[in-house]
T-cell receptor, first 117, second 113 residues
Framework: GAVVSQHPSWVICKSGTSVKIECRSLDFQATTMFWYRQFPKQSLMLMATSNEGSKATYEQGVEKDKFLINHASLTLSTLTVTSAHPEDSSFYIC?????????????FGDGTRLSIL | AQSVTQPDIHITVSEGASLELRCNYSYGATPYLFWYVQSPGQGLQLLLKYFSGDTLVQGIKGFEAEFKRSQSSFNLRKPSVHWSDAAEYFCAVGVYTGNQFYFGTGTSLTVIP
């Protein structure tokens, strides 16, 4: 089945550090990937839609300069949290859809727990 | 606007008992419907999906869901719950014209011996 790999699974770093999270589709090509943020015991909040070869589309209220997204290939999207602060601590999850199948489900990575000290 | 409602925030069932998790959606056309499960600290795993055809869909781990257009519902069921089913369950709606999913707020399932 479709597998999405997310790395790292857990990051602990000092305030002011920039953190990069990778999302890879291992056995399919994904023209579109999605980045979500999840607070404890809450649902997923879509942050942005990452489009291969073009700029990401950010949801309202999400700072583009804070959360940099790059989708350089059909199998890789990265989310960089720039100058992270404690309020950025959260669980970040990516997902991807198999290209060519517009009604297919999103396949999710295992998430990255980000803790900013 | 599209929306997904999961009325039950938390459900507790005994192992071996039957389970039904409710999901209602609001969408102008027939949506694509999904159920996902999330174990603590993990990503989401697809349980089942509905696009068209038979309104009763079978998924993994013994789960099934029934689409009822008249009630705008897509409830998830399992005849006999196992302790390993304890997790967070999310209902999601996919719209035809876009990539976006709309997630419900989730239902937390606790299974007691």
């Amino acid at each position: 089945g479709a597998v999405v790999s997310q790395h790292p699974s857990w990051v602990i770093c000092k305030s002011g550090t920039s953190v990069k999270i990778e999302c890879r589709s291992l056995d399919f090509q994904a023209t579109t990937m999605f980045w979500y943020r999840q607070f404890p015991k809450q649902s997923l909040m879509l942050m942005a839609t990452s489009n291969e070869g073009s700029k990401a589309t950010y949801e309202q209220g999400v700072e583009k300069d804070k959360f940099l997204i790059n989708h350089a290939s059909l199998t890789l999207s990265t989310l960089t949290v720039t100058s992270a602060h404690p309020e950025d601590s959260s669980f970040y999850i990516c997902s991807a859809r198999d290209r060519g199948y517009g009604n297919q489900p999103q396949h999710f990575g295992d998430g990255t727990r980000l803790s900013i000290l | 606007a599209q929306s997904v409602t999961q009325p039950d925030i938390h459900i507790t069932v005994s192992e071996g008992a039957s389970l039904e998790l409710r999901c209602n959606y609001s969408y102008g056309a027939t949506p694509y419907l999904f159920w996902y499960v999330q174990s603590p600290g993990q990503g989401l795993q697809l349980l089942l999906k509905y696009f068209s055809g038979d309104t009763l869909v079978q998924g993994i781990k013994g789960f099934e869901a029934e689409f009822k257009r008249s009630q705008s519902s897509f409830n998830l069921r399992k005849p006999s719950v196992h302790w390993s089913d304890a997790a967070e369950y999310f209902c999601a709606v996919g719209v035809y014209t876009g990539n976006q999913f709309y997630f419900g707020t989730g239902t937390s399932l606790t299974v007691i011996p």
